[in-house]
Structures are given as structure tokens and as C-alpha cells.
Nanobody, 125 residues
Framework: QVQLVESGGGLVQAGGSLRLSCAAS????????MGWFRQAPGKEREFVAG????????HYADLVKGRFTISRDSAKNTMYLQMNSMKPEDTAVYHC??????????????????WGQGTQVIVSS
């Protein structure tokens, strides 16, 4: 079992930045691929960014490529999402997730076994 807790959400103006954190506890953090997803009201959960178990590979949704950066610190059992040049359409609840797989980056929700409760991000125009 892995427990995930997100933090760092809040209200930011368009063009601003936020950094989300995902603290993991339980099993060995470095054994899992990790990812960020988001869900806006009335919309399905969508992939934002993913990172391999080693941190050597990353993948981003086209909508956030060049603006968001995913990273992980195994010593701190924490994953991050640095969000820059934010837009109102980035408004959503952001969830972190962990996947047992060790190959590459997972981009589909069903590949992830563990989920955090989410943190709200609101970008005002």
C-alpha cells in the first residue's frame, strides 16, 4: 500500500506559478512510476504529467508541455509539479497517483493503483 497526500494548491492569477507536492508513505517510493492528473468540474480526469520510477523519463500532456515540470525526490519520498505561465483552463483538482509498473511512464488512469485525494487549483483571469 502507498498513501499519497497532495499539497500546494491554491488561487493564482493567470501567468503566475504554483508548485504542487505529493508526499508518499508506505511502500518504497522509488519502486513506483508516478503521475499527475487533473479533473475540472463536469469533465473527465485527464493526464497531466508522468515520471518513471528512476526519474529519468518524463511525459507531458500537450496542453501543459513547456509550462509544467514534473520531478521526484526519492530521498524525501516526494513528487512535484512546477506549474508556470498558468492559464484559467488549468483550473481543476489535481491528483497524484502511483503505478506498480517499472517500464517507462504511465499515462492512462487505469495504470495507476494508488491515488491521492487531490488539491484544488484555481487560476483567475
Amino acid at each position: 500500500q502507498v498513501q499519497l497526500v497532495e499539497s500546494g494548491g491554491g488561487l493564482v492569477q493567470a501567468g503566475g506559478s504554483l508548485r504542487l507536492s505529493c508526499a508518499a508513505s508506505g511502500r518504497t517510493f522509488s519502486n513506483y512510476r508516478m503521475g499527475w492528473f487533473r479533473q475540472a468540474p463536469g469533465k473527465e480526469r485527464e493526464f497531466v504529467a508522468g515520471i518513471s520510477w528512476s526519474g529519468g523519463n518524463t511525459h507531458y500532456a500537450d496542453l501543459v508541455k513547456g509550462r509544467f515540470t514534473i520531478s521526484r525526490d526519492s530521498a524525501k519520498n516526494t513528487m512535484y509539479l512546477q506549474m508556470n505561465s498558468m492559464k484559467p483552463e488549468d483550473t481543476a483538482v489535481y491528483h497524484c497517483a502511483a503505478s506498480h509498473g517499472i517500464v517507462g511512464v504511465a499515462t492512462i488512469p487505469y495504470e495507476y493503483e494508488y491515488w491521492g485525494q487531490g488539491t484544488q487549483v484555481i487560476v483567475s483571469s
